[in-house]
């Protein structure tokens, strides 16, 4: 069960980017343990944080931006220590970025491509078309830490039994004077907190209104 922790230990200021109300609040979710056997029929790698259809290192070829490589490098890590297959649900282009780094870099076939999602909602949408008419009603979700909680919640209304697996988890590091210094990357982690944390609002806003809610 997913709930609100902060980090154990030491945990910087929350000017440095490293640790921080927003981000301890949007990151609801445990790690996934790998040490008991997974309850799950299958792994959904979420998309959303960019892709690189022509990239010139790797000969014109897909590949995927930062913050999504962290998710299919784990969403890789767990189908090996599992065995599960893997599906990746996002926009044409990064669905396409995405099968192809997990093909290229780690070694990872991609069973299935949901790739008319735009926003969390479209995700399990449809992942729930593609994946339940099979048989598959329990996923391990895979997306970022910040995300899992919202997007867990959306994948679980559209009839999906979910194991969330985060990816970016907030590390405690120890106070320094640096930590007190204002920068961009503090910016940028708070930002995207805040957005996760809005995100919720707006979903529970539209499910109460009836304005937008899955169907089975």
């Given amino acids: 069960m997913c709930t609100p922790a902060a980090p154990a230990g030491g945990c910087s200021s929350p000017g440095s980017g490293r640790c921080g109300c927003c981000r301890i609040a949007a990151q609801r979710c445990p790690p996934l343990d790998l040490t008991r056997p997974v309850q ?16 010139p290192e790797y000969g014109g070829e897909p590949a995927v931006e930062l913050r999504l490589l962290e998710r299919i490098n784990y969403g890789a890590f767990v189908a090996r220590r599992t065995g599960l297959p893997i599906a990746v649900s996002g926009a044409p282009a990064e669905v396409l970025a995405m099968r192809a780094s997990l093909a290229r870099d780690f070694g990872t076939p991609t069973r299935w491509m949901e790739y008319r999602s735009r926003d969390t909602f479209q995700n399990a949408q449809f992942c729930a078309e593609l994946l339940r008419p099979l048989g598959i009603t329990r996923i391990v979700l895979v997306t970022s830490a910040d995300h899992q909680w919202r997007a867990m919640h959306e994948f679980a209304s559209a009839g999906f039994g979910v194991v969330p697996a985060p990816v970016g988890l907030e590390v405690p590091h120890e106070i320094e004077l640096g930590s007190f210094v204002p920068n961009i990357g503090a910016l940028s ?12 609002l707006a979903r529970r806003a539209f499910v109460t209104l009836h304005l937008r809610r899955h169907s089975r």
């Fill in 189 to 200: 982690v708070s930002t995207a907190a805040l957005y996760e944390l809005l995100g919720d």
């Fill in 40 to 55: 799950a029929q299958a792994i959904v790698i979420l998309g959303g944080d960019g892709d690189r259809l022509g990239a």
